[in-house]
């Protein structure tokens, strides 16, 4: 136990000695309506703590990278929100509050159902009355009776830039440390690893009678770092691992937990995301696989309603543990 503590010890000196995350907040300004949101989840969290809810705080969709200051071009990481929109959901059903940080016009929870309708079939309208139409009102009301049922549970921020999203994660986790281990972070969200900083990017928009362009990125501070041991030292933290290549998955989700010592790393694969991922911890040395059959598939079951009961019962375990010390 005191070894356990002496490792913690060293892990936040380490992240507080190591300047390359502090340097990008000090390059980087903070976004437009920063402290609003800010204040948002502070009255969010205090709610919550005195009730002694669970609150999960799930990023979704990909980070932009702008090259110039003045934005008309800008590198884009790819997510489409469905993970974390479709994990919002199940994440509410399971009792928990949840601080739904997301890219700007990505998938979100509820809404994400009615993406690719057209409005418009929806509704009937006759002089002075306009209804749903019959053949959507049981579709559309079972929608809008589970939103209208857990709207005030949750609480929408969002986010364009990489910058945006790590200034705002960062306020988050250190909101949410007044919850403890009542607090969960699913990092879904996909954050690129490159960026321009500000003080390196044209003001302008790039013309192109200057030539082919030779872009020059720098390397993201590895922000999981500071996460873990400073800023959400006590929350239950899931980080999600993407990758093209089958067999570096495993290894890969592996190496990520091991470097940052948090609680579950999820891998998944970019063609078989939505039926298949690993989880990996650090107790078990091999990984748990959940895989959708072609059944589950067809019969709408969604692989999100898997890995959060997964979850769910992880966090119980965590949260017992933490209460007897
Ligand atoms: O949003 P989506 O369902 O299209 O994709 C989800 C995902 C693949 C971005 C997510 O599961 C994930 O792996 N996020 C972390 C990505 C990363 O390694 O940065």
Avoid at 23 to 37: C, G, M, S, W, Y
Avoid at 41 to 69: H, W, Y
Avoid at 228 to 251: D, H, Q, R, Y
Wanted: a neutral charge; proline letters at 4%.
């Amino acid at each position: 136990m005191l070894q356990r503590t002496y490792i913690a010890y060293l892990r936040t000196e380490m992240a507080q000695e190591d300047p390359s995350w502090k340097i990008f907040f000090e390059e980087n300004p903070k976004p437009a309506h920063f402290d609003e949101n800010v204040k948002l989840v502070q009255d969010f969290c205090q709610q919550a703590a005195m009730k002694k809810n669970r609150v999960a705080l799930i990023t979704s969709g990909g980070t932009t990278v702008p090259l110039e200051q003045n934005t008309v071009r800008f590198i884009d990481n790819f997510s489409a929100g469905t993970r974390g929109s479709a994990s919002a959901e199940y994440f509410l059903e399971a009792g928990y509050l949840v601080i739904f940080l997301h890219r700007s016009k990505s998938l979100e929870p509820y809404f994400r159902h009615l993406v690719g309708k057209n409005i418009f079939d929806m509704i009937e309208v006759l002089p002075g009355n306009v209804t749903v139409g019959e053949k959507h009102q049981a579709e559309l009301g079972k929608l809008a009776e589970k939103f209208q049922r857990q709207r005030c549970n949750l609480l929408m921020i969002s986010f364009n830039t990489l910058s945006d999203y790590l200034w705002l994660l960062r306020a988050i986790a250190q909101k949410m440390q007044i919850l403890g281990p009542l607090a969960l972070l699913y990092l879904a969200a996909a954050v690129s690893d490159f960026y321009i900083p500000t003080s390196q990017m044209p003001c302008h928009k790039i013309q192109s009678s200057g030539g082919p362009l030779s872009l020059s990125l720098q390397l993201v501070p590895k922000m999981l770092a500071p996460l873990v041991t400073l800023w959400a030292p006590n929350a239950f933290i899931i980080s999600f691992k993407l990758e093209t290549n089958e067999t570096l998955l495993e290894t890969k989700s592996k190496e990520s937990l091991h470097k940052y010592h948090h609680h579950v790393v999820i891998g998944n694969l970019l063609h078989s995301r939505k039926v298949y991922v690993v989880l990996v911890d650090s107790k078990n040395p091999n990984a748990e696989e959940i895989r959708l059959s072609n059944s589950d598939v067809e019969s709408g079951i969604e692989i999100e309603s898997k890995i959060v009961d997964n979850l769910k019962s992880r966090h119980d375990q965590y949260y017992a543990n933490h209460k007897t010390g």
